[in-house]
């Protein structure tokens, strides 16, 4: 998914391209209040096409940081939030959001909760209870939150002014609107957010701890702690950085959630993991050019059951460029080389380029909606292809590389 708070480029001439593209899309292309509910939501959808026996898409070795996106999802969907904020008096307000969401044809609930803000001990606080997504550090082209703790059911707060700080607290359980809580684990997850602490000229630092406690079968309760570092103006002006240093243990998932709880939601009982990475992406946009990049390494120790002390390491690198060559036009690029490696079994490789020409509202990197008409080529060595051979894992054709075409719109507001 991508990041819908992202600000959005105003948009340009050309309205017949615009009209088409939001027609495509069924609303305005940044649309954010009708008839007086907030709108908010993402989208994505298209036509795909692949060699017979191969995947029309998801061609991952599975790490976190792995799948390059651009031309490499393959599948539809919808999440359309409607929320509504109303002043209820002595400068206090009262919201509700509710996000169902589509994809692959499967219905789900992505958020759904109520909150309040405006009282007089901590009137910039605000204050929920349900299920609120609390997405807090992404990496576009690989489709990852990377720090992101608000996918359970729970009670908490965000945006307390500390002065030097803003701090953010949820307390959760291993439910969900989907899926009830699961007795036999009886997880439960404290998360501390502790973000704007300035740092440097242009420098902000967000840490992300997380405590999870409860009943399991396999592995253990455990915790985690994130570090990001957000830079501006990073060497040079309009180069921006985030920095990543995360580290986790036993049921606690690296980005800040539950990791392998076991219930209805994940599957079968897992066991904890112990996971460390570190990660740099960097973004820009100079004139017509944009873009974003990054290299990240992870580790993974299983904790428990038959596979009791396996490691696992992961290595991603690669980037999108984007090149606008007019207002409504585009070209973009993507590379990305991605390896695991597995105590006991060989290496496994996978390399991925995309070229993809894009209609687009504005000229910018970050602008959406945009309409992509693209090639991609995938790659891997036999190692990859035993390792997603089953079902419908790209290695069940017994090639070692495959080409897709596609057309696909995609779009935040």
Same mark, same amino acid.
């Given at each position: 998914m991508s990041r819908i708070s992202m600000e959005k480029a105003g948009m340009y001439g050309a309205p017949f391209v615009a009209m088409m593209l939001a027609c495509a899309i069924g609303f305005p292309a940044q649309a954010r209040d009708i008839a007086g509910f907030e709108v908010e939501g993402y989208t994505r959808f298209g036509a795909y096409s692949s060699p017979a026996g191969t995947p029309r898409g998801a061609y991952t070795l599975g790490g976190d940081t792995q799948k390059f996106r651009l031309g490499n999802e393959g599948d539809n969907g919808i999440e359309l939030g409607i929320g509504k904020t109303a002043d209820i008096g002595n400068g206090k307000k009262l919201g509700f959001m509710y996000m169902p969401a589509v994809w692959g044809g499967n219905y789900g609930t992505a958020q759904g909760f109520v909150a309040m803000s405006g009282f007089d001990f901590a009137p910039e606080a605000r204050f929920w209870v349900g299920q609120n997504r609390l997405r807090l550090q992404e990496v576009h082209i690989v489709d990852s939150f990377l720090m992101d703790y608000g996918d359970n059911t729970?009670?908490?707060?965000?945006?307390?002014?500390?002065?030097?700080?803003?701090?953010?607290?949820?307390?959760?359980?291993?439910?969900?609107?989907?899926?009830?809580?699961?007795?036999?684990n009886n997880a439960r997850r404290i998360n501390i957010d502790l973000s704007d602490i300035r740092t440097n000229a242009g420098g902000t630092l967000r840490v992300l701890g997380t405590l999870v406690d409860g009943n399991f079968q396999m592995g253990s309760s455990g915790g985690g702690l994130s570090v990001s570092h957000n830079q501006s103006d990073f060497m040079i002006q309009g180069l921006a950085n985030t920095f990543f240093l995360q580290g986790a243990t036993g049921h606690a998932a690296i980005s800040g959630k539950f990791q392998g709880l076991g219930d209805a939601a994940t599957g079968g009982q897992q066991p904890g993991v112990k996971s460390f990475r570190i990660a740099d992406a960097l973004d820009w946009q100079y004139g017509p050019f944009g873009g974003q990049a990054l290299a990240a390494y992870q580790t993974a120790r299983i904790d428990g059951g038959i596979n009791h002390g396996r490691n696992t390491r992961d290595i991603s690198a690669g980037g999108r460029i984007s090149y606008a060559a007019g207002q409504n036009f585009k070209l973009l690029a993507e590379a990305g080389t991605t390896s695991r490696s597995i105590d006991g079994q060989p290496r496994q490789s996978?390399?991925?380029?995309?070229?993809?020409?894009?209609?687009?509202?504005?000229?910018?990197? /970050?602008?959406?909606?945009?309409?992509?008409?693209?090639?991609?080529?995938?790659? /891997?060595?036999?190692?990859?292809?035993?390792?997603?051979?089953?079902?419908?894992?790209?290695g069940a054709s017994g090639r070692t590389s495959s080409t897709l075409v596609g057309a696909q719109i995609e779009t935040w507001w």
């Open positions: 729970g009670v908490g707060m965000t945006g307390l002014d500390l002065g030097s700080a803003k701090l953010g607290i949820g307390l959760f359980n291993s439910g969900t609107f989907d899926y009830s809580n699961i007795v036999p996978l390399n991925k380029f995309t070229i993809a020409p894009t209609l687009a509202l504005a000229p910018e990197f /970050w602008s959406r909606p945009e309409l992509r008409f693209y090639v991609t080529h995938a790659s /891997w060595n036999a190692a990859a292809a035993v390792a997603n051979s089953g079902g419908s894992g790209f």
